[in-house]
């Protein structure tokens, strides 16, 4: 089988290679911007043509979910148009498109585990343009898993990287205490969208780690797991403005996953633990 990951420089695009690398019978495309810009319907259309892969996983995102809030077309361009660009090609010649989604299509102030049967309502221009990019993987290709995930750290910039840096500099760190989500790892999320394609279980999904916390207990964890003595001390949204809104409580319920395949994912904390080995 042949699968092109796009994106594949980023977090869960490097994930996904390494996990599908160990596989037999794999033949694998990896792209980066320069290689293959998705925005670029030309030349989405002929690199797909011509390779013929028979599953596309677009990882290529603009995820500076605050950059999107002023870069409003680039972000529709990558996240809206990049995935239809794909998808279309895609079903051109019969290949399968998983589209990797947020959690920011929610409003992120109802206290639910939201299923994906709830009302989507985006607060942000990301989630806006992810939902866009959803609709329309969703239209112009039937064979499409959409996977919505939250708070993903893996290998290259994330927030567990970004704490442990600040902790080299500061005895103490206010973190934001008001806000709950569930810190996702690339290595859990890469696996289950590697087993939906081997189930060729088509749909929309939500894929987190198991539980929830702040950002403030994310630090704590963090911090306790690698014997780092900074003080954290919890904050609210008001203390760090930012452009764009934050969810106060975006937990996903992966509830797709325990209805078909099962749900693989693992505690936050245990796949926390596991990645600062
Ligand atoms: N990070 C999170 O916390 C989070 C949360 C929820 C959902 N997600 C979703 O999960 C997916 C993976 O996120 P991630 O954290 O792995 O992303 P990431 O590390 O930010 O990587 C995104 C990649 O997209 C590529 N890209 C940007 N513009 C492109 C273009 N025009 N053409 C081709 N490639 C382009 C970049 O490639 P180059 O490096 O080659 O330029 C970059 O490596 C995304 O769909 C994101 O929306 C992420």
């Known amino acids: ?115 994906e049967f709830d009302e989507v309502n985006p607060q942000t221009v990301y989630g806006k343009t992810k939902l866009a990019g959803e609709l329309l993987v969703k239209s112009h290709n039937p064979k499409h898993y ?25 005895k103490t760190l206010k973190v934001v205490n008001d806000q709950k989500g569930t810190p996702t790892s690339t290595v859990d999320l890469a696996r289950v969208i590697i087993k939906l394609v081997e189930d060729k279980n088509y749909g929309v999904f939500h894929c987190t780690c198991k539980g929830q916390c702040t950002w403030y207990e994310f630090t704590k964890e963090i911090f306790r797991l690698k014997g780092i003595t900074t003080e954290v001390l919890p904050c609210s949204t008001d203390e760090f403005p930012r452009a764009a809104k934050r969810p106060e409580y975006s937990v996903l319920r992966n509830y797709t996953l325990e209805l078909t395949t099962g749900d693989i994912t693992r505690s936050w904390q245990d796949a926390i633990n596991e990645y600062l080995l």
Not at 67 to 78: F, G, N, P, S
Not at 153 to 165: E, I, P, Q, R, S
């Open 146 to 170: 959409i996977i919505r995930t939250a708070w993903l750290y893996g290998d290259g910039n994330n927030f567990v990287k970004t704490m442990l840096a600040l902790s080299k500099t500061n």
């Open 1 to 115: 089988m042949k699968i092109l990951i796009t994106g594949a420089n980023g977090q869960l695009g490097r994930e996904l290679a390494k996990q599908y690398k160990d596989k037999k019978g794999i033949d694998l495309i990896l792209t980066g911007s320069s290689d293959l810009d998705i925005t670029n319907l030309k030349v989405v259309y002929s690199f797909i043509n011509e390779r013929k892969p028979d599953v596309i996983i677009n990882c290529a995102a603009l995820t500076a979910v605050d950059k999107c809030e002023t870069e409003i077309d680039m972000a529709y361009k990558i996240n809206t148009i990049g995935a239809k660009n794909l998808a279309s090609a895609a079903n051109e010649i019969g290949a399968e498109i998983v589209q990797v989604s947020t959690d920011y299509v929610f409003g992120g102030n109802i206290d639910k585990q939201l299923t």
